[in-house]
């Protein structure tokens, strides 16, 4: 024999539990009107007037990158001479680790580009970052200190370096160093 049973099954209160359940609504906090408000601004440096560069002055202080170098012994031109001519100041070339270290790896072929880079003329200047990548190590010296003027004819090197304002650029074309973005009253004339 068997037997069945009925048995129903009664669920708990649903509607006890639900407002247990619920979150009360935050309360928007109401600004005050006449309170200040803050935000961040980028600070910038106080050697540039709008894009005019006050720090860059005789003597200019001149950041030479490899491929500058070879294109100059390619030109047959004499470093510290056409950087006088196209300037019209006295000029100082500077040579940082990375670069030394970069024209040292191009080998015997390129013996006379590290003859030049040895020049007592050529001031040294000691890097403390890792890694020997010239072009970051360039970009970050001229964005902390804005007080050089950046020699290349490498492109991307270029483009990187006039999203900094107020660095200018020297260059070569036509057998002659030329200068972008040089305040006016400076330097040789533009052609």
């Not at 803050?38 to 005019?52: A, D």
């Not at 990158?65 to 950087?83: E, G, R, W």
């Not at 072929?109 to 020997?132: M, N, Q, S, W």
């Amino acid at each position: 024999m068997y037997c069945i049973c009925h048995v129903t099954f009664k669920p708990p209160d649903c509607s006890v539990s639900k407002e247990k359940d619920r979150l009360k609504p935050k309360k928007k906090e109401k600004k005050d009107p006449s309170a200040l408000k803050e935000r961040e601004v980028p600070q910038h440096p106080s050697c540039l007037f709008f894009q005019y560069n006050t720090q860059l002055g005789p003597p200019y202080h001149i950041l030479v990158d490899t491929n500058f170098i070879n294109f100059s012994i390619k030109a047959k031109l004499d470093l510290v001479q056409s950087m006088m001519d196209c300037l019209y100041a006295k000029c100082i070339p500077c040579i940082t680790d990375c670069v030394m270290a970069e024209i040292e790896k191009l080998g015997q072929k390129y013996r006379v580009a590290l003859r030049i880079a040895k020049d007592p003329r050529f001031e040294r200047l000691p890097c403390t970052h890792k890694g020997t990548y010239a072009d970051d190590c360039l970009v970050q010296r001229v964005t902390q200190h804005k007080c050089y003027i950046v020699a290349t004819v490498d492109r991307d090197l270029k483009r990187r370096i006039r999203k900094i304002p107020g660095v200018p650029i020297m260059y070569i074309s036509n057998h002659r160093y030329n200068i972008e973005r040089m305040p006016d009253d400076y330097g040789a004339p533009r052609f």
